[in-house]
């Protein structure tokens, strides 16, 4: 072997280009970034590939088909981690593209252990999408050289092989012997000819056995990852890596830039755009004609949020109220509504509340409007209360409960959301363009994405 520069020729003539320090666009994340970065990439690399990662969860519960995954999962990547192929990406920054895969996922890799699950879809989507060369090479980089059936043990299987995998089309198609353990998927979906405690995979599911070793990899990195958690004392990152999980880092929806001037007379008619919680704050506050306090603190900053002004709410509240006297509404709620708005006490511009503070904060107590119904709600008014906004089909009151059981409750939401929003048929509908919704974490962003869509299927 011989080498020139960042070029080197092998005995056998290959020439291999080491100017590139990711010369693949998979990763198995075997080795950890050991440069210098600074506390904003830190930063914005964390949370980018957090909403991927959020996306990718929203996308598998949500979705039906593979291919309604594959499809959410390339849109979010492309909007937060672009990462193109050696092949299709001349033009793109491709090696600072891996650069932050590589470290936003040992960043995640320290904050965010539950996202195994997740990290396998990443890989398996990239994977399905590489071309044949980039995958081969890749393998053979990562020494996952499966041993092959030869011609004359796949002719003596055939009818086995054949039998346990109808799908494929067996002359063209390879086979590699690998122990049964490595391919748990397609062992529980029987999708593979097992014999002695081997199984013998075809090509065409090579992918689940790169996503088996993935995840041993990662299993075995996590475990460093979570001994070596304590010992990182950085307080610009500590707090960051501590509450990745539970905190919202999105937009703040202090000015509302969707929606023509909201006035008090007018929010009636908004609220076939709001979410669950806020549309049930209203059936509450129209029924009552009061809401409790920590009701009262949710939904005006809500208001607040989709472009509400404090004299607005001021008329709001008060005709809202209609039932006390005027003192009584001076004395006793217009002092909260405008410290809401900054305008008392502290003088604190207070943000609408995210869906993340709406779960986890003030529990409330019986009697209490405020919180997330697909959190704080029994089932059966929650059924109720979705039979009243709008879910009419057995399927979807089922789908949206599965979520709620499972504790996924903004995904849940995002469920109501798509349900509610006919997006199916709007998607079948729009010479195939897809209204996609990113998974709903915070009610103003739900609120800005149903004007949104409102307005593009009305074609405005
Ligand atoms: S998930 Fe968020 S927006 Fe949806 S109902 Fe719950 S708190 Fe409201």
Redesign the pocket.
């Known amino acids: 072997m011989f080498s020139l520069g960042h070029l080197s020729v092998s005995e056998t003539g290959e020439v291999k280009n080491h100017e590139h320090k990711y010369p693949y666009r998979l990763n198995f994340y075997n080795t950890p970034p050991i440069e210098e970065i600074s506390t904003e990439e830190f930063e914005t690399f964390a949370l980018d590939r957090l909403q991927v990662l959020k996306a990718i969860e929203g996308a598998v519960l949500r979705s039906k088909t593979e291919r309604q995954i594959a499809d959410h999962i390339r849109d979010v990547s492309n909007q937060y981690l672009p990462l193109h192929s050696t092949e299709g990406g001349k033009g793109y920054p491709l090696e600072q593209e891996r650069r932050k895969d590589h470290i936003s996922h040992f960043i995640l890799r320290l904050a965010y252990c539950r996202t195994e699950e997740l990290r396998k879809w990443f890989i398996k989507i990239r994977f399905i999408e590489e071309n044949k060369e980039e995958r081969q090479a890749f393998l053979n980089n990562e020494k996952l050289n499966w041993k092959d059936l030869t011609q004359g043990e796949k002719e003596s299987m055939k009818n086995e092989l054949s039998h346990a995998n109808p799908y494929i089309m067996f002359d063209q198609e390879t086979f590699f012997i690998v122990d049964f353990e490595q391919v748990p998927d397609l062992v529980s979906r029987r999708a593979v000819y097992l014999k002695a405690g081997k199984a013998y995979v075809p090509l065409s599911e090579q992918v689940t056995l790169v996503v088996g070793e993935f995840r041993k990899k990662l299993s075995v990195a996590l475990d460093l990852a979570s001994r070596a958690f304590p010992s990182i004392d950085d307080e610009r990152i500590l707090p960051l890596l501590n509450n990745i999980n539970q905190q919202y880092f999105g937009r703040t929806y202090i000015n509302n830039n969707v929606t023509d001037k909201v006035t008090a007379d007018n929010v009636d008619q908004l609220v076939e755009h709001f979410?669950?919680?806020?549309q049930h704050l209203h059936l509450k506050l129209r029924e009552n004609h009061h809401l409790r306090h920590f009701a009262r603190i949710q939904y005006n900053l809500f208001l607040k949020g989709i472009g509400l002004t404090v004299e607005e709410a001021l008329i709001f509240w008060r005709k809202s109220f209609s039932t006390i006297t005027d003192d009584k509404f001076q004395k006793e709620y217009a002092y909260n509504i405008r410290h809401n708005f900054g305008m008392e006490g502290k003088r604190h511009d207070y943000t609408p509340?995210?869906?993340i503070s709406?779960?986890m904060n003030k529990q409330p107590g019986p009697g209490d409007q405020h919180?997330?119904?697909?959190?704080h709600f029994s089932e059966d008014n929650l059924k109720a209360l979705l039979a009243q906004t709008g879910v009419r089909k057995d399927e979807h009151l089922k789908e949206i409960l599965e979520l709620v059981r499972g504790k996924h409750?903004?995904i849940?939401?995002t469920k109501?959301f798509e349900i509610t929003k006919c997006l199916d048929d709007l998607n079948s509908r729009d010479n195939g363009e897809r209204h996609l919704i990113e998974t709903?974490?915070?009610?103003n962003?739900?609120f800005e994405q149903s004007i949104k869509l409102s307005k593009a299927s009305n074609g405005k």
Do not use: D, R, V
């Open positions: 979410p669950l919680c806020m509340l995210s869906c709406i779960i919180g997330c119904p697909f959190k409750y903004q849940a939401c109501y709903i974490e915070h009610p962003n739900y």
